[in-house]
């Protein structure tokens, strides 16, 4: 695929730019003092469109409104097929050229901070952390869903049991939902209310506390290791990349124009997300699920050594 590869970068800013803006578009509204309202009745069709506006799901986001919809008793078909074409067609191209997430992270690792890397060892241990906190979703909003449907004294006492968890349990574990769920409305909160009071929604409960802080750390991390959410915690991250390698859209290296990680190795340093590309097959990569498709690679080899494969 022919691609002038200096412009990659530029044209991967604008549509996340473009993206962040849709996607969240109260900021349109904002800006221009207008309302658009209206909008919602794209929201009900593509509910995982979120922004604080959604009108169905506290989710924001595919995953999160998907995990949502389990711990209401439903099974979203829609959302999931969905979902397993987009990855089927564009891989993480979402991950990498969408996401509002990765977009503001992406933002905050050129802030001037020298980019770092880290141990080979303990990033691939990290990398596991996003897949055991799927299991504990999971492990929460399975039996939250079923018994909902099946036994309903159980299930008030299970949810009792759970306290805030049951209340926003995805909530806890999605960045997304913090950023754009929680912290806008927190902020309206305390503009609309600010001699009464205004921060209890943030003082109101241990755990909205608790990861109101983590994330704020994790938002701070991602200046000096970028993606840093993206690789170790997104729940969408971590079932996009059990999913990549099926996907039809890949990276491909060139075994004659690949001079090798001793002569070159460029690729693997500007690599946010630290694939060992030339660790992987020549006849593709995914970097064991964690390519996002950004292209910095594909930008930056002066070897012209990474393309593009589709089928
Ligand atoms: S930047 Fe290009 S030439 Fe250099 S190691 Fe990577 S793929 Fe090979
Ligand atoms: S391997 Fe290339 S395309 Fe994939 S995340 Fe790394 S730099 Fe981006």
Request: with cysteine; aromatic share 18%; charged share 20%.
């Amino acid at each position: 695929m022919d691609i002038s590869n200096y412009k990659i970068s530029i044209w991967r800013r604008i549509v996340q730019i473009i993206a962040f803006i849709v996607i969240n578009y109260v900021i349109i509204e904002a800006i221009f003092s207008i309302n658009l309202k209206s909008f919602e009745v794209f929201l009900k069709a593509l509910p995982f469109l979120n922004s604080p506006r959604n009108p169905l799901s506290k989710g924001a986001g595919f995953v999160e409104y998907l995990f949502y919809s389990m711990a209401k008793g439903e099974f979203p078909f829609f959302i999931i097929a969905l979902f397993l074409l987009f990855i089927l067609f564009t891989n993480r191209f979402f991950c990498g050229w969408i996401c509002p997430i990765g977009t503001i992270q992406d933002g905050l690792s050129t802030l001037g901070a020298k980019n770092k890397t880290v141990k080979k060892e303990t990033h691939e241990n990290l990398l596991k952390f996003k897949y055991f906190l799927i299991v504990l979703l999971l492990i929460i909003i399975v039996p939250l869903g079923i018994t909902k449907t099946t036994d309903i004294a159980f299930h008030n006492d299970y949810k009792e049991n759970l306290g805030s968890w049951a209340e926003q349990p995805v909530g806890f574990f999605s960045l997304s939902e913090y950023i754009f769920v929680f912290f806008p409305n927190l902020m309206t909160e305390i503009f609309e209310n600010w001699e009464q009071t205004a921060l209890e929604p943030l003082f109101s409960d241990f755990w909205v506390f608790f990861f109101f802080l983590f994330y704020l750390i994790v938002i701070m991390l991602a200046i000096f290791y970028p993606r840093v959410y993206c690789k170790y915690m997104c729940p969408f991250g971590a079932i996009a990349a059990r999913l990549s390698r099926y996907s039809f859209l890949k990276l491909t290296r060139s075994p004659v124009r690949c001079v090798g990680r001793a002569d070159c190795g460029i690729c693997e340093r500007v690599c946010p997300k630290q694939v060992r590309i030339l660790d992987e097959p020549y006849e593709f990569f995914t970097g064991n699920g964690e390519c996002n498709l950004c292209l910095r690679c594909k930008e930056k080899c002066p070897h012209n050594a990474i393309d593009i494969r589709f089928g």
